[in-house]
């Protein structure tokens, strides 16, 4: 098996292949030809059909027969898409290893066909780029005879591929042959004539583009010039073929497509980078780039995503990077998943708010709790906690109608305090100092220093509550709890450095600064006379004389 056969699965299916030794047996159990079928036919094979498909079994205890089931995937994926049938192998060419030359000459043939349809690069003329030896050349010729296939050199691949299309061969012929003759005069409007010949049955020729289009033949014609000279002692003389050294149809089409590919990608690179919807829109619609799935109501999910896709890779590599057709496919499915997972998003939310103001309390734990509505968690148990207090926050909005965004920030918050109420219940101190300090639930003037204090006394409310028929302490209820508690630990505090500022007084000995701190507010003294001055300080002095003794 050769380096550029390696090389063409690789770039289709986006990952390294083991060595070629290892991959002519690991292609006996289908999954690198079934990988190829979700390449060039999505919408008939999937990662789901593929069996085994990270090949863990095969690798455990080798083949089995529903490996089989993966190059049936891949016979039907190229009959879906129109490759002639002279091509395919046999499911035990495949499986039994029967021919594995035949496989190899079908996945070249495809390879012509793909690049025809502008889905893939070409594999380059085996018998040119490829290491065949002759005693291969003859193998594989044996091999296809044993089938009653006579072997036509690879370069005939487009002659056949032409001819199983039924068109008119002769007429087809003559315009193939024309257009080769034009391209190697090198004039552009006289080859953009032959291109746009019916018998050619060439599609999506722009005449604008003559000189791309001259430009990328005239290159591709001279490298199979180049690949008949290399081969043209491999080859007997009866089997020289016109295509050995001309364009096929297909590989002309194929070219075009090119061309057509690279300014599409081009339209569709610069739209991004203006930022320009429409123009973004009109390149991802191009005929040529035949995207799937590109939505309409999707434009500004496609021009965001493509923008950052863009962005990012263009820092990553340090210099200005174009996006191709794969990478804007890839980032148009992920665009329309994210505009679809949104649009079911914005359905939730409507259905969440008709449960609320419907005052069903299970009702609205269900819709909160369906996974397209994309809620923190909830607790089924404290329904009616949901139900009232996001009801009173609907009532509370201009339109009656809570956003994702405020439904999520009141949800997550209150399944915290659901959770607080529950490590209250079954007296958790350290729970609950943890529920508390969560910053989900947004409680004000939290002091880490008082969160014992907080919990004891929350304790002690919520065990109140309990006894009057309260199941839970709402969001206010704690808040409250908790500036109570600041409160009392201020007064406490100021009283402290009052006390402290009489004692100093005294022991200053003057009964007008004495009387000044028994007077302060937060000393909470009572019948405090200005005229007992003296009198106070007196009694006060011998007082703490006595408690210093």
Not at 69 to 84: C, F, H, K, Y
Not at 115 to 132: E, H
Not at 340 to 363: F, G, M, W
């Amino acid at each position: 098996m050769s380096t550029e056969f390696d090389r063409w699965i690789e770039i289709c299916l986006n990952e390294e292949l083991p060595p070629t030794t290892e991959l002519e047996e690991g292609l006996r159990n289908g999954v690198y030809l079934a990988k190829l079928a979700k390449f060039f036919a999505p919408k008939l094979v999937s990662d789901k059909k593929i069996y085994d498909v990270e090949q863990t079994r095969y690798k455990r205890s080798g083949l089995h027969f529903r490996h089989t089931d993966n190059t049936v995937q891949w016979l039907r994926a190229m009959e879906s898409i129109g490759l002639p049938k002279i091509f395919y192998p046999e499911t035990t060419d495949v499986y039994d290893r029967k021919n594995i030359p035949r496989m190899i000459y079908c996945i070249h043939a495809l390879s012509l066909y793909l690049f025809k349809l502008g889905i893939a690069p070409q594999i380059q003329d085996l018998l040119g780029k490829v290491d065949f030896t002759e005693e291969e050349i003859s193998n594989m010729r044996k091999e296809l005879e044993k089938y009653g296939i006579q072997m036509p050199s690879f370069s005939k691949i487009g002659g056949i591929l032409a001819s199983e299309l039924s068109v008119d061969e002769a007429a087809l012929h003559a315009a193939v042959i024309a257009i080769n003759e034009a391209i190697e005069k090198g004039v552009a409007d006289q080859t953009i004539i032959t291109l746009k010949n019916p018998n050619a049955m060439l599609v999506n020729v722009e005449e604008d583009l003559a000189h791309a289009y001259q430009k990328e033949l005239s290159e591709a014609k001279k490298k199979k010039e180049e690949s008949a000279r290399l081969k043209n002692g491999s080859i007997l003389e009866e089997e020289r073929d016109v295509y050995e050294e001309l364009l096929t149809q297909a590989e002309i089409q194929g070219n075009i497509n090119k061309v057509n590919i690279h300014i599409a990608l081009d339209q569709v690179n610069k739209a991004i980078d203006r930022q320009d919807e429409m123009a973004l829109m009109a390149g991802l619609n191009h005929p040529t780039l035949s995207l799937l799935e590109v939505l309409p109501q999707n434009s500004s999910w496609y021009l965001a995503q493509l923008f950052d896709s863009k962005d990012q890779r263009t820092q990553i590599a340090g210099f200005p990077i174009m996006l191709e057709k794969s990478e804007i496919q890839n980032e148009v499915s992920i665009a329309n998943e994210e505009a679809e997972t949104h649009r079911c998003k914005l359905i939730a939310v409507d259905h969440i708010n008709t449960a609320i103001r419907n005052c069903d309390p299970n009702k609205t734990i269900a819709a909160l709790m369906k996974p397209e509505a994309q809620m923190p968690q909830v607790y089924p148990s404290a329904a009616s906690v949901y139900q009232t207090e996001l009801f009173n926050l609907q009532q509370q909005n201009a339109v009656n109608y809570l956003a994702h965004d405020e439904l999520s920030i009141a949800v997550e918050m209150l399944s915290a305090v659901v959770l607080l109420n529950q490590s209250l219940e079954s007296k958790n101190a350290a729970a609950t100092k943890t529920h508390l300090s969560n910053p989900s639930i947004g409680f004000n003037n939290l002091e880490e220093e008082n969160l014992q204090r907080y919990a004891d006394t929350l304790m002690t409310i919520k065990s109140e509550a309990s006894s009057q028929g309260q199941e839970y302490l709402s969001w206010n209820d704690i808040q409250n709890c908790i500036d109570m508690v600041n409160a009392q630990i201020q007064e406490e505090n100021d009283r402290i450095v009052a006390v402290g500022l009489i004692n100093e007084a005294i022991d200053h000995g003057d009964p007008t600064k004495t009387l000044e701190t028994l007077l302060l507010p937060t000393v909470k003294l009572q019948n405090v006379r200005a005229a007992n001055a003296w009198h106070y300080q007196d009694v006060l002095r011998n007082a703490k004389t006595l408690k210093c003794q």
